[in-house]
C-alpha cells in the first residue's frame, strides 16, 4: 500500500474512530503524512516506541490492537495450555498508558486468552516478576520508560520474564505483518472479558510476593536504622510507577527516613516538573536537591516511569550534590555485593556478572580481581536478562549482578529485566553498611576501586535526528566511521577494533583478525590498548545516534584530560562527516 493509500484509508474508514480520522484529515504538511505512513512502528532495543498520534508509524490504539493481535496468534500457537496461562499487562503513567493496556487486555480476550492486568500502574521489574509468578505465557508494558511526554509504547515479554530476544521477536513480527489489513481486528467488552473469565485485576497479591523477594536480597538486614544513625534519603518516583514500591521496599527493609518530593509523587503524564522523565539528566534532580539542601540528605534516588532505571545522587563533604554515572553506580553495586559476599563466605566458586559492551571495563577488572566471571553483551537489558537465563538453565555460572550504563540493574532471580526497586534497596543497604560499618562514603569507596584498577572514566553524547531523513543521516554517519582506518584517538592506542554489525574484529596490534559470537547489531567499538573504549550506535529507542566514551588514566587528572581529549576528537569528526567533508 502506497503512504497515499494508508493515510485515506486510516482519515476516511469508518473502523476508525472519529478523532482519529479528524486529526488525520487535518494534517496540511505531506511531509507530516509521510512521516506517519512511510513504515510501521518497529519493535527496537526496548520494543516498541513511538510519538503518541494518528498513523502507522505511531502510537495508538489501532497500533496496539494490531501488535496484540499479533502476540496473540503466537499465543494461541501453544494450544490451549498457552491460551490458560495466558498474558500480564501492566502500565505506567503516560498519556493513554492505562487505555492502551486495557485495548491490548481486550484483544487477548476476544482471542480467547487469559489476562492479568494490574489494577493501577506498575513498575516494569514487577511485571517481569509477575510473569513468572503466575505462570503466564507473554508480559506486556506499555511504557516509553523515560522518553519524552509525546512518546509510549509497548515491551514485550515472554515465559522466562525476560524481554523477547531478537529471535522471538521476529516470530512476533512475523505474526503481526502476516495480517496486512489494519481493519477487523476485534475486541471483547470488559464485562463479556470479565464473565468469561478472561481479564482477572491484579495488585497487591503480585506486590507483596514481589517485595519479599526483594527483601531477601538484603546482605545486611541488622544494620542499624534507627533514626540519627540511619541514612537521609531523598526519593523521586518522578512522576511515574515506582512511588509506592521503592517506599515499600526501603520501608519494609527498616529505612526510617525516606522523604519523597511531593511535587513528583504523582502521576502525572505531563512530566510536569522535568524536561523529560530520565533520571540520567540533572535537571531531574533540581527539586531532589533542594529537599536534600534541607534535610541534609545522605543520598538523593529518582527512578524513570516505569521504575527500571535508577538515579542516584550523593551529598559531598561541602553539602553539594554530585550524580552518579550509572557506570559508576554499576561499580559500587558491584563492588559492594562481590566483596561483601566474598566477606560472608557467600560467593559461589561459578559466580558470574554481565554487562553490556557500552558500560564500563572497570567491571570486568573487579569481577576479576574476586575471580569471578564477566559477560559482555549487546546493548539491551533482554540480553542480560538472557545471558543470566542461559547460565542459570546450563549451570555454568551464578548470576551475582548485572548493569548497562544507562542506570539499568538487576541482582536475584526473580527479576529478568532492570530493576529500579531492587537497585534502590542494594544501594541504599550499601551507603549505610559503608557509612556504619567502614566509616566511609561511596566517593571514598569509589577512589580506592581507581586507585586499585586505575581510573576509569566515562562520557556519553548524542546526536538528535528526527523522521525518515534522520535516520539516512545517522546510517551516513555510521558508514563513514566503519570506513575510518585509525589506530589511534587524541594519541591513545586503539588496541581493536571490533564491528557488530560485520561480525568480525581485528586486533591493532597484532593485525590478526577474528568474529564476533554476538548477534549482529549495528555497532562499532574501538577498544584502546589500555582500557577504555569509543562506541558509536544508533539508538533503538529514541531517533539518536549514541557515542560512548570510556578511557583509563592513571590519575584523575590523567583521565580527565584523555576523556576531554578524545570525546572533542570523536564530535569533531562528526562535525566533518556532517559537513560532507568526509
Ligand atoms: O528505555 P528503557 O529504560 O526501557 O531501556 C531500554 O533502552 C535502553 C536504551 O536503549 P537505546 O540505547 O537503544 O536507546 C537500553 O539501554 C536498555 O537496555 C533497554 O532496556
Ligand atoms: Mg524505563
Known amino acids: 500500500m502506497s503512504i497515499q493509500d494508508r493515510y485515506r484509508l486510516w482519515s476516511e474508514n469508518s473502523y476508525f474512530d472519529e478523532e482519529t480520522r479528524l486529526e488525520l484529515k487535518n494534517i496540511t504538511d505531506p511531509q507530516e503524512i509521510e ?26 490504539k489501532y497500533v496496539v490492537r494490531k501488535v496484540t493481535q499479533g502476540l496473540a496468534e503466537c499465543v494461541c500457537d501453544q494450544g490451549e495450555e498457552g491460551m490458560k496461562r495466558g498474558v500480564v499487562i501492566a502500565y505506567d503513567s503516560r498519556r493513554f498508558s492505562p487505555e492502551f493496556a486495557l485495548e491490548a487486555a481486550l484483544v487477548l480476550a476476544r482471542n480467547g486468552i487469559k489476562v492479568y492486568l494490574f489494577e493501577a500502574l506498575r513498575p516494569t521489574p514487577e511485571l517481569s516478576f509477575a510473569v513468572r509468578y503466575l505462570q503466564a505465557l507473554a508480559g506486556i508494558v506499555v511504557t516509553a520508560s523515560h522518553n519524552p511526554k509525546s512518546y509510549n509504547g509497548y515491551k514485550v515479554y515472554w515465559e522466562d520474564g525476560g524481554q523477547v530476544p531478537p529471535a522471538k521477536a521476529d516470530q512476533i513480527l512475523a505474526r503481526i505483518n502476516a495480517r496486512e489489513s489494519w481493519l477487523g481486528i476485534e475486541t471483547l467488552t470488559v464485562e463479556d472479558a470479565k464473565q468469561r473469565g478472561l481479564l482477572q485485576i491484579i495488585g497487591q497479591d503480585i506486590d507483596n510476593p514481589y517485595l519479599a523477594r526483594v527483601h531477601e536480597l538484603a546482605l545486611y538486614p541488622e544494620l542499624d536504622k534507627q533514626k540519627g544513625k540511619d541514612l537521609q534519603i531523598v526519593y523521586s518516583p518522578l512522576h511515574g510507577a515506582g512511588n509506592m514500591l ?3 521496599a526501603l520501608a519494609e527493609l527498616g529505612f526510617s527516613s525516606v522523604t519523597v518530593v ?87 566458586d561459578n559466580a558470574a556478572i554481565i554487562k553490556t559492551v557500552a558500560s564500563t571495563d572497570l567491571a570486568d577488572q573487579v569481577a576479576q580481581y574476586f ?42 532471580d526473580f527479576v529478568r529485566d532492570k530493576d529500579a526497586i531492587i537497585a534502590s534497596v ?63 584517538m587524541c594519541g591513545i592506542l586503539i588496541g581493536r577494533v571490533d564491528d557488530y554489525e560485520q561480525r568480525t574484529g581485528k586486533d591493532l596490534r597484532t593485525g590478526e583478525n577474528y568474529s564476533l559470537k554476538l548477534p549482529r547489531s549495528n555497532v562499532l567499538r574501538y577498544s584502546f590498548a589500555e582500557g577504555g573504549f569509543v562506541m558509536v550506535r544508533p539508538s533503538g529507542t529514541e531517533p539518536k545516534i549514541k557515542f560512548y566514551f570510556s578511557v583509563r588514566g592513571a590519575t584523575l587528572e590523567e583521565a580527565e584530560d584523555l576523556l576531554h581529549g578524545v570525546k572533542e576528537e570523536v564530535m569533531c569528526r562528526i562535525t566533518k562527516i556532517r559537513a560532507g567533508k568526509f
Open 35 to 60: 512521516e506517519r505512513f512511510y513504515t510501521d512502528l518497529e519493535f527496537g532495543t526496548g520494543g516498541l516506541r513511538g510519538i503518541i498520534g494518528a498513523g502507522t508509524n505511531r502510537m495508538n
Open 246 to 248: 521503592v517506599r515499600k
Open 262 to 348: 511531593a511535587e513528583q509523587e504523582h502521576p502525572d503524564p505531563n512530566f510536569t516538573t522535568v524536561p523529560y522523565p530520565n533520571p540520567e539528566i540533572p535537571a531531574t534532580f533540581e527539586l531532589a536537591r533542594k529537599y536534600g539542601n534541607t534535610l541534609e540528605a545522605d543520598l538523593l534516588l529518582a527512578t524513570d516511569p516505569d521504575a527500571d532505571r535508577l538515579g542516584v545522587a550523593l551529598r559531598t563533604p561541602e553539602g553539594d550534590y554530585v550524580q552518579l554515572t550509572g557506570n559508576q553506580i554499576g561499580i559500587i553495586l558491584t563492588y559492594y555485593i562481590l566483596s561483601q559476599k566474598k566477606a560472608l563466605g557467600i560467593l559461589p
Open 371 to 412: 575471580n569471578v566471571r564477566a559477560e559482555n553483551v549487546l546493548t539491551g537489558f533482554k540480553f542480560i536478562a538472557e545471558k543470566e537465563k542461559e547460565m542459570e538453565e546450563g549451570g555454568w555460572g551464578s548470576f551475582q549482578f548485572g548493569f548497562e550504563e544507562s542506570y539499568g540493574y538487576l541482582a536475584g
Open 426 to 488: 542494594i544501594l541504599a543497604e550499601a551507603a549505610l553498611y559503608y557509612q556504619q560499618v567502614e566509616k566511609r562514603n561511596f566517593f571514598a569507596v569509589l577512589n580506592s576501586i581507581y586507585q586499585q584498577f586505575g581510573y576509569y572514566l566515562e562520557d556519553q553524547e548524542s546526536l538528535t535526528f528526527e523522521g525518515k531523513r534522520g535516520k539516512e543521516e545517522m546510517a551516513l554517519i555510521m558508514d563513514s566511521f566503519r570506513n575510518l582506518d585509525i589506530h589511534e
